[in-house]
T-cell receptor, first 117, second 110 residues
């Protein structure tokens, strides 16, 4: 596709339910990043992958959050036992490569707006 | 860890004036500094970036300056237009991940 796509665009769930958010990066992009953005704030780093390997998960708030990218392309961010404080915009980004002059730009998707009731 | 501070939080200018947004970072290992523009309901879009081995970069009406010693970088927009109105975010990259500032809401009045 032309850009990063995310699904669903909106997700309303009840407290205690599990949710899975999907990210489809730009074709051929090596690196994939997950961020969370609260209203009126900048994106906050959660985790990132190079190919299928999770490089850094230091931003995941707690063990209810997990992410995978099993084939080095599509990624899923899973939140178990959702809580109201998990409500936010979850954004995915991808880059052609990391640490290189031409490949480091991170391109963001439209995000998934999660609302936990 | 890295911390990025961004000022001002809101900025209002008249069309044609210049706008300057400033950011500071804390970790000297940060080596790449992008600026993103975010319009309502959309994801952040890169407008310009600078690496730590460069002091200044310009692209038409937009320029970014970097002072590594002071750990300070700035975005300059000249001849502002109403379509420049948006929220702007600075960021610093440390070990692959971007750490964002809090954002500046720029309003350009016609």
């Amino acid at each position: 596709g032309a850009g990063v796509s995310q699904s669903p665009r909106y997700k309303v769930t009840k407290r205690g339910q599990d949710v899975a958010l999907r990210c489809d990066p730009i074709s051929g992009h090596v690196s994939l990043y997950w961020y969370r953005q609260a209203l009126g704030q900048g994106p906050e780093f959660l985790t990132y992958f190079n190919y299928e390997a999770q490089q850094d998960k230091s931003g995941l708030p707690n063990d209810r959050f997990s992410a995978e990218r099993p084939e080095g392309s599509i990624s899923t961010l899973t939140i178990q036992r959702t809580e109201q404080r998990d409500s936010a915009m979850y954004r995915c980004a991808s880059s052609l490569a990391t640490g290189t002059r031409v490949g480091e730009t991170q391109y963001f998707g439209p995000g998934t707006r999660l609302l936990v009731l | 860890g890295e911390n990025v501070e961004q000022h001002p939080s809101t900025l209002s200018v008249q069309e044609g004036d210049s706008a300057v947004i400033k950011c500071t970072y804390s970790d000297s290992a940060s080596n790449y500094f992008p600026w993103y523009k975010q319009e309502l309901g959309k994801g952040p879009q890169l407008i310009i970036d600078i690496r730590s081995n460069v002091g200044e970069k310009k692209d038409q009406r937009i320029a970014v300056t970097l002072n590594k010693t002071a750990k300070h970088f700035s975005l300059h927009i000249t001849e502002t237009q109403p379509e420049d109105s948006a929220v702007y975010f600075c960021a610093a990259r440390l070990r692959g991940k971007l750490i964002f500032g809090q954002g500046t809401e720029l309003s350009v009045k016609p």
